[in-house]
């Protein structure tokens, strides 16, 4: 049984920095894409970063050059640091896992920007 559980998300102000994790059970995260989402509300969840089982990595426009994705094997955990949030970023972030054209999610962890 596959479960995703994220943590990291809170409350920081404009400039500020978090890292979300992603703790994976029952499967590598090595051999899978792994992704993070991101859904405000009212809006439509958005792909903010994916990381492909080869290792390459891929950003939404919107965070390019703030937002980095990566990964412990040895913790089987997907890491998205985040760097310089704004007021466009506060949403509740989710951790997806594709397995053979199936997507596992996770709970999701709130993320608040706010002075």
């Known amino acids: 049984q596959v479960q995703l559980v994220e943590s990291g998300g809170g409350l920081v102000q404009p400039g500020g920095s978090l890292r979300l994790s992603c703790a994976v059970s029952g499967r590598n995260i090595n051999m899978y894409d792994m992704g993070w989402y991101r859904q405000a509300p009212g809006k439509q969840r958005k792909l903010v970063a994916q990381l492909f089982s080869g290792g390459t990595p891929d950003y939404g426009d919107s965070v390019k050059g703030r937002f980095t994705i990566s990964r412990d094997n040895a913790k089987n955990t997907v890491y998205l640091q985040m760097n310089s949030l704004n007021p466009e970023d506060p949403a509740v972030y989710y951790c997806?896992?594709?397995?053979?054209?199936?997507?596992?999610w996770g709970q999701g962890t709130q993320v608040t920007v706010s002075s």
């Open positions: 997806r896992m594709t397995i053979y054209a199936t997507n596992f």
